[in-house]
């Protein structure tokens, strides 16, 4: 494996890993969107997030990082969130503390 492909590799894991253990709780104070979007054309923003009901973890709706919540339902990278299940997502616009 050359020395570019093992440094893009552990770039990927650190990213993950920060993101995955930053509590987004404790930088922005979040608010439901009302009325609520429909799950088949959620929102998505620099100031909307994106929180699911299983795990109750948030992820930002535009993603530029590798990003999932702790259940599996909201997971993606470099621009593309995929949601497996829709209905339990609740858009959420979230402002700095």
Same mark, same amino acid.
């Given at each position: 494996?050359?020395?570019?492909?093992?440094? =893009? /590799?552990?770039?990927? #894991?650190? @990213? @993950?890993?920060?993101?995955?253990?930053?509590?987004?709780?404790?930088?922005?104070?979040?608010? /439901?969107? @009302?009325?609520?979007? %429909?799950?088949? /054309? #959620?929102?998505?923003?620099? *100031?909307?997030?994106?929180?699911? /009901? *299983?795990?109750? *973890?948030?992820?930002?709706?535009?993603?530029?990082?590798?990003? %999932?919540?702790?259940?599996?339902?909201?997971?993606?990278?470099?621009?593309? #969130?995929?949601?497996? *299940?829709? =209905?339990?997502?609740?858009?959420?616009?979230?402002?700095?503390?």
């Amino acid at each position: 494996m050359n020395s570019f492909r093992l440094c =893009a /590799a552990f770039h990927c #894991l650190f @990213e @993950e890993k920060i993101m995955s253990d930053v509590d987004l709780r404790k930088i922005y104070k979040f608010h /439901a969107i @009302e009325p609520a979007p %429909s799950p088949d /054309a #959620l929102p998505s923003g620099g *100031d909307l997030y994106y929180e699911c /009901a *299983d795990c109750n *973890d948030i992820v930002p709706s535009v993603i530029r990082i590798r990003v %999932s919540c702790v259940c599996g339902n909201l997971c993606g990278q470099s621009g593309k #969130l995929e949601i497996k *299940d829709a =209905a339990k997502v609740k858009v959420m616009r979230g402002v700095l503390k």
